[in-house]
Structure formats: structure tokens, C-alpha cells
């Protein structure tokens, strides 16, 4: 095990088994709501690449080592093989005639096992790296409105597996300038490729800058931001051999407590251990109370510099909305109480679920 490029850390087959079931199981037990990405899919990807992993398709699994997640190639490995499977399925023999054959030299075997991984992988719906799609609300003629509901799943830059949902509305002589178009029926919408940039360039960004920035397009109004956000990940698992898993946790509360719980307990646990971290940040005209229950995420008003908080309060006067911050835990015994000690020092009270 090892970094091989920048954030990048490879697992190699004796951890991938632990890692794939730990993260599997917590993401059931996280018990997540539709502000977060569809679970089922994500663990649909891990189930393809445990399967990828068991028949020797893949000697190793790609994580970032910023968030312990999957990372771009990995993710994107099981939908490329998603999409050549019908066609390398037809080019290759029977799966009968296979079995027949295993036993007669190892090529045999080895496409049986492919054609076994590619038939599984065929029909799955598999975790998305990046979609996005401008849904239409409603719209009322008369009074030349529409409003609009945003959707993007991605696996963002910093590491983390993201679902943004933004609903807006804007006045229909400003529907070219704020680069969302309803056709001439009035029955769809559909977002052009400057404001799906923009959308997708803002996604990481927690849920009241978004709100704020997009405000500033003329004619637009914001109603909701809501992010959802699986990530970040710790991963730890005793070996023998003096390699670690080495992770590069950008957040400092979490790396720090990380730090001292590995020099102090990890020498004394002889089974994996994971930690993993859900965040809900919803900023919404009809939130009723504005706080942030988030021990990794602050609100945004109390990180302001000073010169930067007059605009802020402008803008807070002229659009009235509030934000809530929200994170979730899910450990297994050994991390469990690094995950009670963020909360402490923090000061929030958080769900923490057992993984087991």
C-alpha cells in the first residue's frame, strides 16, 4: 500500500475485501435521506468492484487519500466496463461452452470469469461521476415566471460524493440572461453550458455561498441549496508487514484527531476499523432556525473577515434565508470514540451509528 500519485492511494487485493465491506455496510447504516446521493448506486459500484477484484479483472482499488473514498479512475473503471459489456459479451463464447472448457487450460478459466463480471456488471445501476439535469418546477404565463429545480450527483475535485440540489426562480424576460431555457411550449427546461459550468464550478461550496453567488445573476431567484455529501472516509487496517494505509485528511480536526488516535489505540485493535462521515447543509428561505451542527463545518458568518462582513450582511438583508449544517457519523467500535471526541471539542451533538 502506498501513495503512487498525487492523492492517490493504492489498496492493493488483501485490503480491498475489508475496505469494500466495511464502506458497503456504513453506507446502509447511514441511513441517508434523498439530500445525499442514491447509496444503492454507490454501493452497486463497490459491489461491481469487489466482483472485479475477486476474478484477478483488477489487481489493485484507487482511493483518495484526502477522503478514503473511491477515487475519478476507479469509479469511472466499472462504468467503462459497464458499456463495453453487451458488445465484448457477443465476441466471446458461451457461458456453457465455458464451463466445459475451464478445466482445459487457464484462458478458459479466466474468460469465464470476465464473461461471469461482465454479465453482473451489464444491468447495474452503478454510481455516476457527474450528472446533471434542470428540471421544470412550474411555470405561470401570466405572471411570466418559472421556477426550476437543479440537480447535479458528482464525485467533486476535493474527494468527497456529492449530490447538489438548487431550486430557483426567474422571470421570463431574463430566462437567455440567466442561461436557463424553457421551450416554446413551456413544458421543459434545460440549462445551457455556461450556467451548468458555473453550477458545477460552485458545487463545492457549502450551501449558503452558493445560495449567495447565485443571487447575483440578474433575475434569478433562489428559494433552496440543499448538499448532501458521503465523505470523508477513515480507514485503518493492522498489517503485519509495516505498511499502512496512508491518508491525507485535509480537514485539521479530523487529521489531528486521526493522529492521536492511531498512536494511541491502533496498536491495540487487531480488526479493520472505519469511520464514516455524512453531511447535510441546506440554506433555504423557510429554514426555521440557522445553526451549524456540523463539528467540521462552521457557519459560514463566523469565519467572515471583517472587511468581507458588511457585503455579507447586505446580502442577508436584501435576501432573507438561513442555513443549517448537519453531519452524521458511522463507526465501528475502535473509531468510535475519535468520532465522540470531534463532537466534544466542537460542541455539537451528532447520530453516530455502529458499523459492525
Same mark, same amino acid.
Given at each position: 500500500?502506498?501513495?503512487?500519485?498525487?492523492?492517490?492511494?493504492?489498496?492493493?487485493?488483501?485490503?480491498?475485501?475489508?475496505?469494500?465491506?466495511?464502506?458497503?455496510?456504513?453506507?446502509?447504516?447511514?441511513?441517508?435521506?434523498?439530500?445525499?446521493?442514491?447509496?444503492?448506486?454507490?454501493?452497486?459500484?463497490?459491489?461491481?468492484?469487489?466482483?472485479?477484484?475477486?476474478?484477478?479483472?483488477?489487481?489493485?482499488?484507487?482511493?483518495?487519500?484526502?477522503?478514503?473514498?473511491?477515487?475519478?479512475? !476507479?469509479?469511472?473503471?466499472?462504468?467503462?466496463?459497464?458499456?463495453?459489456?453487451?458488445? =465484448?459479451? %457477443? %465476441?466471446?463464447?458461451?457461458?456453457?461452452?465455458?464451463?466445459?472448457?475451464?478445466?482445459?487450460?487457464?484462458?478458459?478459466?479466466?474468460?469465464?470469469? %470476465?464473461?461471469?463480471?461482465?454479465?453482473?456488471?451489464?444491468?447495474?445501476?452503478?454510481?455516476?461521476?457527474? !450528472?446533471?439535469?434542470?428540471?421544470?418546477?412550474?411555470?405561470?404565463?401570466? +405572471?411570466?415566471?418559472?421556477?426550476?429545480?437543479?440537480?447535479?450527483?458528482?464525485?467533486?475535485?476535493?474527494?468527497?460524493?456529492?449530490?447538489?440540489?438548487?431550486?430557483? =426562480?426567474?422571470?421570463?424576460?431574463?430566462?437567455?440572461?440567466?442561461?436557463?431555457?424553457?421551450?416554446?411550449?413551456?413544458?421543459?427546461?434545460?440549462?445551457?453550458?455556461?450556467?451548468?459550468?458555473?453550477?458545477?464550478?460552485?458545487?463545492?461550496?457549502?450551501?449558503?455561498? #452558493?445560495?449567495?453567488?447565485?443571487?447575483? #445573476?440578474?433575475?434569478?431567484?433562489?428559494?433552496?441549496?440543499?448538499?448532501?455529501?458521503?465523505?470523508?472516509?477513515?480507514?485503518?487496517?493492522?498489517?503485519?508487514?509495516?505498511?499502512?494505509?496512508?491518508?491525507?485528511?485535509?480537514?485539521?480536526?479530523?487529521?489531528?484527531?486521526?493522529?492521536?488516535?492511531?498512536?494511541?489505540? =491502533?496498536? %491495540?485493535?487487531?480488526?479493520?476499523?472505519?469511520?464514516?462521515?455524512?453531511?447535510?447543509?441546506?440554506?433555504?428561505?423557510?429554514?426555521?432556525?440557522?445553526?451549524?451542527?456540523?463539528?467540521?463545518?462552521?457557519?459560514?458568518?463566523?469565519?467572515?473577515?471583517?472587511?468581507?462582513?458588511?457585503?455579507?450582511?447586505?446580502?442577508?438583508?436584501?435576501?432573507?434565508?438561513?442555513?443549517?449544517?448537519?453531519? +452524521?457519523?458511522?463507526?465501528?467500535?475502535?473509531?468510535?470514540?475519535?468520532?465522540?471526541?470531534?463532537?466534544?471539542?466542537?460542541?455539537?451533538?451528532?447520530?453516530?451509528?455502529?458499523?459492525?
Amino acid at each position: 500500500m502506498g501513495l503512487v500519485t498525487l492523492h492517490t492511494q493504492a489498496l492493493r487485493a488483501s485490503a480491498v475485501d475489508p475496505y469494500l465491506k466495511l464502506l458497503h455496510r456504513g453506507l446502509r447504516a447511514a441511513r441517508l435521506n434523498n439530500a445525499f446521493p442514491d447509496r444503492r448506486r454507490l454501493q452497486a459500484s463497490l459491489d461491481a468492484l469487489r466482483r472485479a477484484m475477486d476474478h484477478g479483472l483488477y489487481e489493485e482499488l484507487y482511493l483518495d487519500s484526502r477522503t478514503g473514498l473511491p477515487n475519478m479512475a !476507479t469509479l469511472t473503471r466499472v462504468l467503462t466496463d459497464q458499456e463495453i459489456a453487451p458488445e =465484448s459479451l %457477443k %465476441k466471446m463464447p458461451s457461458r456453457e461452452e465455458l464451463v466445459a472448457r475451464e478445466h482445459q487450460a487457464e484462458v478458459f478459466a479466466q474468460l469465464l470469469q %470476465k464473461y461471469d463480471y461482465y454479465t453482473y456488471v451489464g444491468d447495474k445501476a452503478l454510481a455516476p461521476v457527474d !450528472t446533471h439535469r434542470t428540471l421544470l418546477r412550474r411555470h405561470i404565463p401570466e +405572471k411570466g415566471e418559472a421556477a426550476f429545480r437543479i440537480e447535479m450527483t458528482k464525485l467533486d475535485g476535493s474527494g468527497v460524493y456529492m449530490h447538489l440540489v438548487i431550486e430557483l =426562480s426567474q422571470v421570463s424576460s431574463l430566462w437567455r440572461r440567466a442561461m436557463i431555457d424553457l421551450d416554446e411550449d413551456g413544458e421543459t427546461a434545460a440549462a445551457d453550458e455556461a450556467f451548468r459550468t458555473l453550477v458545477y464550478r460552485c458545487a463545492h461550496l457549502d450551501a449558503e455561498t #452558493i445560495f449567495v453567488r447565485l443571487h447575483g #445573476i440578474e433575475g434569478v431567484h433562489v428559494e433552496r441549496v440543499t448538499r448532501g455529501v458521503i465523505g470523508p472516509v477513515i480507514f485503518w487496517l493492522p498489517t503485519t508487514d509495516g505498511t499502512r494505509y496512508t491518508m491525507e485528511l485535509t480537514d485539521p480536526r479530523l487529521a489531528q484527531g486521526f493522529a492521536v488516535w492511531r498512536g494511541a489505540a =491502533s496498536g %491495540k485493535l487487531q480488526s479493520p476499523q472505519m469511520l464514516l462521515t455524512c453531511a447535510s447543509d441546506f440554506a433555504a428561505i423557510d429554514v426555521r432556525e440557522e445553526r451549524s451542527n456540523d463539528p467540521l463545518s462552521p457557519l459560514l458568518s463566523t469565519t467572515l473577515q471583517d472587511s468581507e462582513r458588511p457585503r455579507y450582511q447586505d446580502i442577508r438583508t436584501r435576501y432573507p434565508f438561513r442555513v443549517f449544517k448537519d453531519r +452524521k457519523f458511522v463507526a465501528t467500535k475502535g473509531l468510535k470514540p475519535l468520532a465522540k471526541e470531534i463532537m466534544q471539542a466542537a460542541g455539537t451533538r451528532n447520530l453516530v451509528y455502529d458499523l459492525r
